[in-house]
C-alpha cells in the first residue's frame, strides 16, 4: 500500500493535486491513501521506501514481515542502514548483520529469523522478550537451537545474558501473549509445563487440544480469551469438553485474564493441587 510520492507521480498514477488530497505522508516522500490504517507491515514497507530501498529491515519490523502477529501498529518501524539520519516513526540501528542474517520477504531485505530473534531477545524486559521471541517461533520455522551461534558470532553485543534466559524460556506453543504469561508465571513457580499444544484423543478420536499442561499427569491448563466467557456457542462447547477430558481422566484449569492479572497465587494454587490430585510429587 506504501508508495514513493515522486515514482506515482513520474508514472503518471497521480498528479501533483491528487497526491496531496488523495494521499497522506507517512514519511518524506512516501504515501498511503488517505485515511489508511497503517499496520506494522505497512509502515515496515514504508520504512524501507524512505530509506530509497537501501536498508533492511530489523526489529519489530522484522518479525511484522516475517508472520509474526500481536505486534502493536504504535511501535515505530525499524531499519538497519549505515546511514543515521533519523527521522520521527523510524528507529535506526547499525548493527552488523553477516551474509546469513539477511533475507528477502516480498522482495525486501529482512533480517532471518534467527537475527531478529537474537535482536528482539536481548532487549530490555524478559517478559516483553519472550512474548516476541514466541511469536516468532510460531510464525516462522526457526527453532531456538539456530539462534545460540549468534551468541558466539556477535560476542560484546548487549543484552547476552537476557538473551540466554530468553531462549531458555521460550517456547513455539504460545497462541496469545497471554498464553506466554501463564505458561511464565508457572515457570517462575517451578512448575513449567512439560508440553504446549496437547492434543488429546479418545480411541484415535480427537477431542481436543489443550494450551499446556503435563500429559504424563493428564494435568493441563487453558488460557480462555475474551470470547470463551462471552460467546454462549464457545462457552458451551468448552463446558462440553471439558466433560470429555474428566471422563479421560484428565484435570484442566481453566484461567482467564482477570485471574491471571490479578489472583497469580490463586492460579499456581489451582493447578498444583491438580498436579497433586493426579499423582505429581511436588
Same mark, same amino acid.
Given at each position: 500500500?506504501?508508495?514513493?510520492?515522486?515514482?506515482?507521480?513520474?508514472?503518471?498514477?497521480?498528479?501533483?493535486?491528487?497526491?496531496?488530497?488523495?494521499?497522506?505522508?507517512?514519511?518524506?516522500?512516501?504515501?498511503?491513501?488517505?485515511?489508511?490504517?497503517?499496520?506494522?507491515?505497512?509502515?515496515?514497507?514504508?520504512?524501507? &521506501?524512505?530509506?530509497?530501498?537501501?536498508?533492511?529491515?530489523?526489529?519489530? =519490523?522484522? =518479525?511484522?514481515?516475517?508472520?509474526?502477529?500481536?505486534?502493536?501498529?504504535?511501535?515505530?518501524?525499524?531499519?538497519?542502514?549505515?546511514?543515521?539520519?533519523?527521522?520521527?516513526?523510524?528507529?535506526?540501528?547499525?548493527?552488523?548483520?553477516?551474509?546469513?542474517?539477511?533475507?528477502?520477504?516480498?522482495?525486501?531485505?529482512?533480517?532471518?529469523?534467527?537475527?531478529?530473534?537474537?535482536?528482539?531477545?536481548?532487549?530490555?524486559?524478559?517478559?516483553?522478550?519472550?512474548?516476541?521471541?514466541?511469536?516468532?517461533?510460531?510464525?516462522?520455522?526457526?527453532?531456538?537451537?539456530?539462534?545460540?551461534?549468534? &551468541?558466539?558470532?556477535?560476542?560484546?553485543?548487549?543484552?547476552?545474558?537476557?538473551?540466554?534466559?530468553?531462549?531458555?524460556?521460550?517456547?513455539?506453543?504460545?497462541?496469545?501473549?497471554?498464553?506466554?504469561?501463564?505458561?511464565?508465571?508457572?515457570?517462575?513457580?517451578?512448575?513449567?509445563? =512439560?508440553?504446549?499444544?496437547?492434543?488429546?484423543?479418545?480411541?484415535?478420536?480427537?477431542? #481436543?487440544?489443550?494450551?499446556?499442561?503435563?500429559?504424563?499427569?493428564?494435568?493441563?491448563?487453558?488460557?480462555?480469551?475474551?470470547?470463551?466467557?462471552?460467546?454462549?456457542?464457545?462457552?458451551?462447547?468448552?463446558?462440553?469438553?471439558?466433560?470429555?477430558?474428566?471422563?479421560? #481422566?484428565?484435570?484442566?484449569?481453566?484461567?482467564?485474564?482477570?485471574?491471571?492479572?490479578?489472583?497469580?497465587?490463586?492460579?499456581?494454587?489451582?493447578?498444583?493441587?491438580?498436579?497433586?490430585?493426579? #499423582?505429581?510429587?511436588?
Amino acid at each position: 500500500m506504501p508508495f514513493l510520492g515522486t515514482e506515482a507521480l513520474a508514472a503518471g498514477k497521480l498528479n501533483r493535486y491528487q497526491l496531496r488530497t488523495r494521499c497522506d505522508p507517512v514519511f518524506r516522500n512516501v504515501y498511503v491513501p488517505r485515511g489508511a490504517k497503517l499496520t506494522p507491515v505497512d509502515k515496515a514497507v514504508a520504512a524501507w &521506501l524512505w530509506s530509497g530501498r537501501r536498508a533492511t529491515v530489523a526489529g519489530l =519490523s522484522a =518479525s511484522a514481515l516475517l508472520g509474526s502477529r500481536w505486534i502493536d501498529a504504535k511501535h515505530p518501524a525499524e531499519l538497519n542502514q549505515p546511514s543515521q539520519h533519523r527521522t520521527t516513526g523510524i528507529l535506526l540501528h547499525c548493527d552488523t548483520l553477516w551474509a546469513d542474517e539477511t533475507c528477502l520477504v516480498r522482495g525486501i531485505p529482512v533480517t532471518t529469523p534467527h537475527r531478529t530473534a537474537f535482536d528482539l531477545g536481548r532487549r530490555r524486559g524478559v517478559e516483553t522478550a519472550v512474548i516476541r521471541v514466541d511469536a516468532l517461533l510460531r510464525a516462522t520455522e526457526l527453532k531456538i537451537p539456530e539462534v545460540r551461534p549468534l &551468541l558466539d558470532r556477535h560476542k560484546g553485543v548487549r543484552g547476552v545474558a537476557q538473551l540466554r534466559k530468553v531462549l531458555d524460556l521460550a517456547d513455539d506453543g504460545a497462541e496469545s501473549p497471554q498464553e506466554t504469561r501463564l505458561r511464565l508465571l508457572l515457570t517462575s513457580a517451578d512448575m513449567r509445563p =512439560s508440553r504446549t499444544q496437547i492434543e488429546v484423543f479418545d480411541h484415535g478420536q480427537f477431542v #481436543g487440544r489443550i494450551d499446556m499442561g503435563w500429559p504424563e499427569w493428564k494435568v493441563g491448563v487453558q488460557y480462555d480469551g475474551f470470547q470463551h466467557w462471552t460467546d454462549p456457542t464457545q462457552r458451551t462447547k468448552d463446558i462440553e469438553q471439558d466433560v470429555e477430558y474428566r471422563d479421560l #481422566g484428565w484435570r484442566v484449569v481453566r484461567v482467564g485474564a482477570d485471574l491471571l492479572r490479578h489472583r497469580q497465587g490463586t492460579v499456581v494454587a489451582r493447578i498444583r493441587a491438580a498436579l497433586i490430585a493426579n #499423582g505429581c510429587p511436588m
